[in-house]
C-alpha cells in the first residue's frame, strides 16, 4: 500500500493515501524516532481521535495511512487534526 499510494507530508505527520473499493479504512504507524512507548501511544491516540473527527468526511474507497513524525510529541489534538485535515485535503481524500 505504502509503495503505490500517494505520499504527503506534514508537520506532525505523514499520509499515504491509496485507492480502493469500499469503506474508508486507515492504519496508525509510530515509529521509536518519536520517543518510548508513552510518548508513541499518546500519538497514536491522538491521530485516531483526529481520525474518528473527520472519517465521515473521507472519500469511500480510499485506504490511509498515518505515520508520525518526532514533531508530534507534546502537541495537542487540534493540532494533530489540523495537519491531519491539510494532508488529507491536498490528497483530495475529504468530500466537500
Do not use: C, T
Not at 10 to 29: I, M
Amino acid at each position: 500500500m505504502l509503495r503505490q499510494g500517494e505520499r504527503h507530508v506534514g508537520r506532525l505527520l505523514v499520509v499515504y493515501v491509496s485507492r480502493s473499493d469500499g469503506p474508508a479504512r486507515a492504519g496508525f504507524v509510530v515509529g521509536r524516532n518519536v520517543g518510548g512507548a508513552v510518548r508513541r501511544n499518546r500519538a497514536r491516540r491522538l491521530m485516531k481521535e483526529a481520525w474518528r473527527h473527520m472519517m465521515e468526511r473521507a472519500s469511500l474507497g480510499i485506504q490511509v495511512v498515518f505515520a508520525a513524525r518526532p514533531e508530534i510529541d507534546g502537541v495537542g489534538l487540534r493540532a494533530v487534526a489540523s495537519d491531519m485535515e491539510r494532508a488529507l485535503a491536498e490528497a483530495g481524500a475529504l468530500r466537500p
